[in-house]
């Protein structure tokens, strides 16, 4: 089975653009979450889509926003770059996103915001 | 505070050493405790995962829990260099459906 895919794998921006993640969850799945880590605050959530429901939001500006599409792909968009956002963004998926259900994550898009 | 404590290391061990990683956390709601294993340039692969309290073996990795002291450790027996990576803690508690992550103990096996 494939795993997570996220594309793509590197972006470099400049403050004040937009950009747009996205990722194919494992066949089968149905959530989607998203992180962001950078070296000073970890990994941390950003928010978990279920047919193409947003269930849950993290501590994050309106900036960042996503939505599910009714195949469980995902895109995960931020408006209005700044440099602070110069992150990895992952993507995991689960079979039902429900507490404690295994995330599998991809490999990740790392961001440069210049 | 944090919610989730965890030493960044790096914790440096010969080549067939025990390994001890470990987390303190604070939110006494959490119930759903996992470990995953972070490669350079990779994203994050669990590696164990344990309801509640109690013990949990896979292999040479065993997970422990201990509610009461709100803490969890992760061992790695006979330690090898492909062991290296970070080592990430992440709970979960009912209904919130979102990991909190401990920041990572980055670990090195020296051949």
């Known amino acids: 089975k494939a795993g997570v895919t996220q594309t793509p794998r590197y972006l470099i921006k400049t403050r004040g653009q937009q950009v747009t993640l996205s990722c194919s969850p494992i066949s089968g799945h149905r959530s989607v979450s998203w992180y962001q880590q950078t070296p000073g605050q970890g990994l941390q959530f950003l928010f978990e889509?279920?047919?193409?429901?947003?269930?849950n939001k993290g501590n994050f500006p309106g900036r960042f926003s996503g939505r599910q599409f009714s195949n469980s792909r995902s895109e995960m968009n931020v408006s209005t770059l700044e440099l602070g956002d110069s992150a990895l963004y992952l993507c995991?998926?689960?079979?039902?996103?429900?507490?404690?259900?295994?995330?599998?994550f991809g490999n990740g898009t790392r961001l440069t915001v210049t | 505070q944090k919610e989730v404590e965890q030493d960044p290391g790096p914790l440096s061990v010969p080549e067939g050493a025990i390994v001890s990683l470990n987390c303190t956390y604070s939110?006494?709601?959490?119930?759903?405790f996992m470990w995953y294993r972070q490669y350079s340039r990779k994203g994050p692969e669990l590696l164990m995962y344990?309801?509640?309290?109690g013990n949990k073996e896979d292999g040479r990795f065993t997970a422990q829990v201990d509610k009461s002291s709100k803490y969890i450790s992760l061992f790695i027996r006979d330690s090898q260099p492909s062991d290296s990576a970070t080592y990430l803690c992440?709970?979960?508690?009912?209904?919130?459906?979102?990991?909190?992550f401990g920041s990572g103990t980055r670990l090195q096996v020296q051949p």
């Open positions: 992440a709970m979960d508690e009912p209904g919130r459906r979102a990991l909190t």
């Open positions: 344990t309801y509640s309290s």
């Open positions: 889509y279920f047919s193409e429901t947003q269930r």
């Open positions: 939110n006494s709601a959490f119930q759903y």
């Open positions: 995991a998926s689960s079979l039902t996103g429900e507490s404690g259900s295994p995330l599998h």
